[in-house]
Nanobody, 124 residues
Framework: QATLVESGGGLVQAGGSLRLSCAAS????????AAWFRQAPGKDREFVAA????????NYEDSVKGRFTISRDNAKNTVYLQMNSLKPEDTAVYYC?????????????????WGQGTQVTVSS
């Protein structure tokens, strides 16, 4: 079982950047598919990005393509989300998630392991 802890959230102006980190402990992290989701107030949790075991393959939600980059360092048991050109509509709690089975899936129900979330606020 994986324990996930996010960090790196904060307040940033529109057009700025943040890098989120997700540190994993427990079972060897390279055996997990990792993903980022976000949830804005009053909205459902939505998929942001996912990355394969090795980091070679990625999948992004359309609105973040070209602005966000997901990556991982299996030696450090950590997955990252680099967020550039941030917009006020990116404001949300960002969650790290993981699954053992293959597939860069986009449904929150497909990921059994979750972190506690980190707040990202983008001011206009």
């Amino acid at each position: 079982q994986a324990t996930l802890v996010e960090s790196g959230g904060g307040l940033v102006q529109a057009g700025g950047s943040l890098r989120l980190s997700c540190a994993a402990s427990g079972r060897t992290f390279r055996t997990y598919i990792a993903a980022w989701f976000r949830q804005a107030p009053g909205k459902d949790r939505e998929f942001v990005a996912a990355i394969s075991y090795s980091g070679v393959s990625t999948n992004y939600e359309d609105s973040v393509k070209g602005r966000f980059t997901i990556s991982r360092d299996n030696a450090k048991n950590t997955v990252y989300l680099q967020m550039n050109s941030l917009k006020p509509e990116d404001t949300a709690v960002y969650y790290c998630a993981a699954r053992l089975s293959s597939g860069l899936l986009t449904g929150a129900y497909d990921y059994p392991y979750w972190g506690q979330g980190t707040q990202v606020t983008v001011s206009s």
